[in-house]
Each structure stands twice: as structure tokens, then as C-alpha cells.
């Protein structure tokens, strides 16, 4: 009998999406309602060609397209396959057993789980209203706190708070505690990133972004951060070299050279989410106010919420339970294609008015 490590054995895993079968539409994983822009697949075609080879493990031509975009030192940038990558790696290298990874109690929940990955505690702070509460993060810091984690606009309440509050938040938290502030949907949200970019010159905080969500390139799996130095040096050692694949590095690229294709694509978006959120408000619901590519629709009770979910999937349209998030009254919907938005909204109107609750046929 071949054993795992028993800290492995008691691990649960992540808590994936339902999956998606074929024919229905997911709603599910804030992934764009876009392909990422025409030039990504020009260059993934060139890229193709040179894919004998192994990835270039200093992201250089990636490097240099992100630290134009957003006005930073490419040398002070690291990229991951996907955030998700350089989450875990940060948090194993700077919190282990004993040691508390703090957040918002509903902060992204991945973070729970890279923290159990890393034998860490996972310890939340309460938020109000779907917000994140300075106030109380401040107050749930311990002697054993290493490293608060804030995402902002925040996943799965869409909310964000000022970034001048997060500036006010670092100056007032210890020095020896790892600020990593997750902006995963940083281009939604619209404040200036700047200031949040200045606190890493600190040298304790990180912020990191992704290609997954505006720039529609879920699937290539890039993510990058702004790290001080000492932290990067860390980090390092435990992402693998050659993470990012070639192909993705050169769609990542063309993706950000296309500034305009993205912030077409978040307006749109946002659009839609208005008009979505604007819908659900008239049902009576009242989903927090959404700074990312998706919505929050708290439910009177759990149950509703369940049925609602059941009656969307019977309706082909798959949204993301929030169970797993101690959030069983509530669904996230990611905005997608309009009249998939149209439809979430007609099939939570039927479930409201108190038909079909129990089954299918609102097809
Ligand atoms: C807040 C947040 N951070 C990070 C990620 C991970 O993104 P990726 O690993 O695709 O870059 C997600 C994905 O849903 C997210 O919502």
C-alpha cells in the first residue's frame, strides 16, 4: 500500500465548478464573455511553430509587454501559470504549520486551500455587507499572522473597497506581516492601481494580477505579479522553471499589446452587468454592487438559492454555488453572452413567483 504524507491525506480537495455539460452555458468561473483579442491567435499560430522548444523561464518578451502596460520595472515582475500559481507558491514560502494566512471571511477561496496546502491556519475576519472591513482584518491580526490576503474588487461579492483604504490598512499593519493584495479583476474595478503598485516598494507587499478575466485568456494560464526583490527570490524556488508555456506567453503578449480590444471588451461587460444586476433588483433581490465580470444574488434562504440553481441548470445555464463558501443562500452569476443573462433572469423570476421550484421544465 503506497501511503501520502498524512498532512496530504487530509486535505480536502478544492472545490471546483460544477462541471458544464455540453449544450449548456457556463456561468460559473468569471471567465470572459470574449475571445481574447484577434491577435492572439496569429500569434499563438507562430508561436506553434517554434514549440520544439522549451519557454523562455525569464518571461522576458512578457515581461516587457506587462511593465509597459501598466508603467512598471519588468525586473521587479514574476508570471505564473495562472495567479493560482504564484498565490501558493507565496504562501508556502512565508507561512507553514503554526503560522495564519488571514482574509476577509469571503475572500477567494483558493486561498484556503494554498494555505492547508502549506499546513498554515486559515483565519478570517468578518466583513460587512459583502465588504471587506479594515476595521476588522486590523483586528483578527495575531502574534502568529504572516501574511493577510486581500482581493479586491473582491471574488464572490464583486465589491471593492478604495485603494486609499488599503494604503491606510499597510501603514497601520505590522511590518513583518505579508500584505498580497489580489487584483484579479483589477481592470474591471477602474481605480488607479498605482498607489497599490507604490506600497510594493515597501518591500512587504505583493500585488498580483491575471490575464484570465479581461484579457479572456483563462485558458493560456498566465498570471503575474509586482514583487519586492527579497520576496521574489523566494518565490522562485518553488514555481517551475519553464511554468508559463510558450504559446501562452506569446498570446499574453499580443493580448496586451491589444489595450484597446480589453477595455472594449470590461465596458461591455460592464454594461451587461448593469443591466443584469438592474433585473435582479427588480425581482426584489439585491445583489451587492459588482466591480468585477460578475454578480453575488443573495437569496431569502438557502433553499431558494438551491432552487434556483436547479432550475438554471435544467435551463442549460450553470452558475457557481456558494456552499463551499458558507454562502448556501447565495449564487454567482458571471456575465456572459446577453441572452444567457436574459434567461439566468427569467428562470430566477419563475423560481420567485414559486413555480418549478421542485424540477425541471422551465426549459
Ligand atoms: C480573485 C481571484 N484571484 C485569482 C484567480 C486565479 O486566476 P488565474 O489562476 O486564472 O490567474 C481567480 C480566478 O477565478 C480569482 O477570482
Not at 6 to 21: G, H, I, N, T
Not at 77 to 92: F, K, Y
Not at 242 to 256: F, H, Y
Request: aromatic share 6%; proline share 8%; hydrophobic share 50%.
Amino acid at each position: 500500500m503506497i501511503r501520502p504524507l498524512p498532512s496530504v491525506a487530509a486535505l480536502s480537495p478544492y472545490p471546483m465548478a460544477d462541471p458544464a455539460p455540453p449544450g449548456s452555458i457556463a456561468l460559473s468561473q468569471n471567465e470572459s464573455a470574449f475571445p481574447p483579442s484577434p491577435a492572439v491567435a496569429e500569434a499563438l499560430r507562430r508561436a506553434a511553430e517554434g514549440a520544439e522548444l522549451y519557454p523562455d523561464t525569464d518571461w522576458t518578451a512578457l515581461r516587457a509587454a506587462l511593465g509597459a502596460a501598466h508603467g512598471l520595472d519588468p525586473a521587479r515582475l514574476l508570471c505564473g501559470a495562472g495567479s493560482m500559481e504564484l498565490i501558493g507558491a507565496l504562501i508556502r514560502a512565508f507561512a507553514g504549520p503554526d503560522d495564519e494566512v488571514l482574509a476577509p471571511a469571503q475572500g477567494y477561496i483558493f486561498v484556503a486551500t494554498a494555505a492547508a496546502q502549506a499546513g498554515a491556519r486559515y483565519v478570517t475576519a468578518p466583513e460587512r455587507d459583502f465588504r471587506v472591513d479594515i476595521a476588522a482584518l486590523l483586528a483578527a491580526v495575531t502574534p502568529a499572522t504572516r501574511i493577510v490576503f486581500l482581493c479586491n474588487p473582491g471574488n464572490p461579492t464583486g465589491t471593492a473597497i478604495a485603494n486609499a483604504e488599503i494604503v491606510g490598512f499597510r501603514e497601520r499593519l505590522a511590518g513583518d506581516v505579508l500584505l498580497v493584495i489580489d487584483q484579479a479583476y483589477g481592470e474591471f474595478d477602474g481605480q488607479d492601481a498605482a498607489p497599490l503598485f507604490r506600497l510594493v516598494e515597501r518591500g512587504d507587499t505583493v500585488v498580483i494580477r491575471t490575464l484570465s478575466k479581461a484579457y479572456g485568456l483563462a485558458g493560456a494560464r498566465v498570471g503575474w505579479g509586482l514583487f519586492p526583490p527579497e520576496i521574489a527570490e523566494e518565490v522562485r524556488k518553488l514555481i517551475s522553471p519553464g511554468n508559463v508555456a510558450a504559446t501562452s506567453q506569446a498570446m499574453a503578449v499580443a493580448a496586451l499589446a491589444d489595450q484597446a480590444y480589453m477595455r472594449r471588451t470590461v465596458a461591455v461587460t460592464a454594461a451587461r452587468r448593469g443591466r443584469f444586476a438592474a433585473g435582479l433588483r427588480a425581482l426584489g433581490l439585491t445583489p451587492p454592487e459588482s466591480r468585477t465580470n460578475f454578480v453575488l444574488i443573495p437569496f431569502a434562504d438557502p433553499e431558494t438559492a438551491a432552487a434556483a440553481d436547479r432550475a438554471l441548470k435544467a435551463a442549460g445555464l450553470i452558475l457557481r454555488s456558494m456552499r463551499g463558501y458558507g454562502l448556501g443562500h447565495c449564487l454567482r452569476a458571471t456575465i456572459g453572452p446577453e441572452p444567457a443573462m436574459e434567461r439566468t433572469l427569467a428562470v430566477i423570476a419563475e423560481v420567485l413567483r414559486g413555480r418549478n421550484v421542485d424540477g425541471p421544465g422551465v426549459r
